[in-house]
């Protein structure tokens, strides 16, 4: 009996995040989706910038670096060429929330057949623990040294509420890696995210709630519980949009 | 082929077509606006793609996106949209991706103005963007040459795996000329097995397929690395440079006073040197039509007979560093332009003709800037 299998979807590369980043987790989930759909060979991926951005190392399948926040250009780009491929984006909070607002908002309109995994983890990570768009409230960053002032800089965005008001995007859901019980739900809400793209009924996106424990100045284990104790009660758990 | 009266923009996008484009992101912005808006027609007809991204900065990353997956794919602008396709052509450029970039040049800088210019040679013509770089520059000074530029760009970019520039100044987008347009490609592109995507399942039997996918990047985080990738592009544009120049000699061979322009520009000069012919002033023009690479070695070559080298432009003066790079000191080297959207006039350029004639071994004009 087969216990456990490493995923074709992923390549043998030594994955570049900290340890205890769910980075990886979110990486494993995606590879896990295309091969049960059985996709990786009309796959491609566009990394983004940001501590992803040697995804195209990671994932075994054909990917495109993009430039910061440009992905979903991109990607548009990808899937125009080849409609009958499966495209999805890897994208951190800083690259599409604050940079490439423009880029996730107009390739969501447009109801393009891309699928967006979408890490928000609070902070720029690969800079080294900036103030991002989604930096929480109070949330002390290098450059919200007194906390995150929302009179200075107003309050994080919620992407996912954001895009669901779109009719072009047919689904979106924000999902959390902090527990077992919640990695398994963000699995189906990639796979869902895919089929949704393979469905042809538009754009999808799943915002996964992710750790940056080298930032955020904590222990892994610690780290997992802010998601929980700070993150969700802002960043609500749930499908936005799509069933 | 029966000749057809078109617009140096429609006939750009035709030739665009015809060279087996079908994939086209643009944003509106003057003087450039009847290609994305033929485009918007045609490339549903051919089966094609158009998109009106929501910048330009979208436009040319979409353009990055089906580079990368293999297509003929083109955007077009004029200057404060060029500049903000410059992050994503250095992208290009570093991924090697083959696309073709059309600038109808307007007066700068800032909004500027919607008339014709040629403000934006230094852009052009070094990089433009971020990093190490140069791309190929094609100017047309007509729109029959419009049409066979741009089908040359597109043969250029998938050749050497780079952007091209087709880089016309208003006047050329939008005057009309009788221009014959060749038939539809029907020879075979090249293929394109770096591309991602979409070309059928790889094989996979063996779980061997490591190596055999597409990675379009610009990102060599190694030094060595990044030098090394920085050496095969400079070999790449020394092959362009040997391979690719193009450029217009009229009169040359006799010439005292030759004038070095481009685009709609040399149409002026032409007028003003056969009227100063008339005059029985010996005056004769280089006309580059790749401004990179530059005609260096044929003006060069001019300065062994050629007493002195003028150059016009509808600029403050920015191709005359590159004539006088070329001079290297061995010739004097005079410049008259306009700017702003002001076109020069054949008779003032005639007089910046007659003056330097008249001056005699060592002309005194200074240099015009109106
Ligand atoms: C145009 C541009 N601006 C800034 C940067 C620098 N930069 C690199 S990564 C990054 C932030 C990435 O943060 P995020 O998207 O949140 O991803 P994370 O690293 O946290 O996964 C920035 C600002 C860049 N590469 N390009
Ligand atoms: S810096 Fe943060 S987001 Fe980046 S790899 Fe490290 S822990 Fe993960």
């Known amino acids: 009996m087969r216990v456990f299998e490493k995923t074709k979807a992923l390549t043998d590369m030594p994955l570049t995040y900290c340890p205890g980043c769910t980075h990886g987790i979110i990486h494993r989930l995606v590879a896990e989706a295309i091969d049960e759909l059985g996709v990786r060979e009309k796959t491609i991926g566009i990394a983004p910038v940001g501590c992803a951005v040697f995804a195209y190392d990671f994932f075994n399948m054909d990917m495109m670096q993009a430039a910061h926040g440009r992905a979903p250009a991109v990607a548009t780009g990808a899937k125009r060429v080849h409609p009958d491929s499966v495209v999805f984006t890897y994208q951190g909070d800083g690259d599409l929330a604050s940079i490439g607002a423009a880029e996730i908002m107009h390739a969501a309109a447009r109801g393009e057949r891309i699928t967006t995994i979408f890490v928000n983890n609070a902070i720029y990570g690969m800079t080294g623990g900036q103030m991002a768009p989604t930096t929480l409230v109070g949330q002390v960053t290098t450059t919200s040294p007194y906390g995150r002032d929302e009179e200075l800089c107003g309050k994080p965005i919620r992407m996912s509420e954001m895009l669901a008001q779109l009719p072009g995007a047919a689904y979106i859901a924000r999902v959390s890696v902090h527990d077992v019980r919640h990695v398994l739900e963000a699995k189906k809400a990639i796979r869902k995210a895919f089929e949704t793209q393979i469905a042809g009924e538009g754009f999808a996106m799943v915002e996964v709630l992710s750790t940056c424990p080298t930032n955020w100045g904590m222990t892994p284990i610690e780290s997992l519980k802010w998601v929980e104790s700070d993150m969700i009660p802002y960043y609500p758990l749930g499908v936005k949009k799509g069933a | 082929m029966a000749k057809m009266l078109m617009k140096g ?147 250029i970019a998938d050749e050497y795996r780079t952007p091209v520039i087709v880089l016309g100044d208003g006047m050329i987008g939008q005057m009309m000329e009788p221009v014959d347009l060749p038939d539809e490609l029907t020879r075979q592109l090249p293929a394109k097995p770096w591309a991602a995507g979409g070309r059928g399942a790889k094989p996979d039997a063996d779980g061997a397929d490591e190596g055999r996918r597409a990675i379009i990047n610009s990102l060599y985080i190694d030094p060595q690395v990044l030098e090394n990738h920085n050496i095969k592009l400079q070999g790449k544009y020394s092959r362009i440079a040997a391979e690719q120049l193009l450029f217009g000699s009229e009169m040359v061979e006799d010439a005292d006073i030759v004038i070095v322009a481009y685009g709609t520009v040399a149409r002026i000069v032409r007028s003003a040197i056969r009227l100063a012919r008339a005059e029985g002033i010996k005056a004769g023009m280089i006309r580059p039509i790749t401004l990179w690479p530059f005609p260096e070695a044929p003006i060069a070559d001019a300065a062994k007979t050629a007493r002195v080298f003028l150059t016009v432009e509808m600029s403050a003066g920015q191709m005359v560093d590159d004539v006088r790079l070329a001079l290297n000191g061995a010739r004097p080297s005079h410049f008259y332009g306009r700017t702003g959207g002001m076109v020069p006039a054949v008779r003032d350029v005639l007089d910046q003709i007659r003056r330097l004639a008249g001056a005699g071994q060592s002309p005194a004009i200074k240099e015009v800037l109106v």
């Open chain 2, 9 to 155: 923009n429609e006939a750009i996008a035709e030739a665009a077509v015809r060279a087996g484009c079908r994939y086209f992101f643009g944003y509106p912005i003057t003087p450039q606006n009847q290609i994305p808006e033929y485009m918007s027609k045609r490339m549903p007809q051919v089966g094609g793609t158009f998109l009106q991204a929501e910048s330009e900065v979208s436009a040319i990353n979409m353009v990055y996106g089906a580079a990368g997956s293999g297509a003929r794919v083109m955007t077009s602008s004029s200057g404060p949209g060029i500049s903000l396709k410059q992050e994503g052509i250095s992208y290009i450029v570093g991924a090697e991706l083959p696309c073709v970039i059309v600038n109808i040049m307007r007066g700068g800088p800032g909004l500027g103005s919607i008339q014709p210019a040629q403000s934006d040679y230094y852009q052009a013509t070094r990089g433009g963007g971020h990093g190490d770089y140069r791309i190929p520059v094609l100017a047309p000074s007509s729109v029959p040459e419009a049409v066979e530029l741009t089908i040359k760009a597109f043969d």
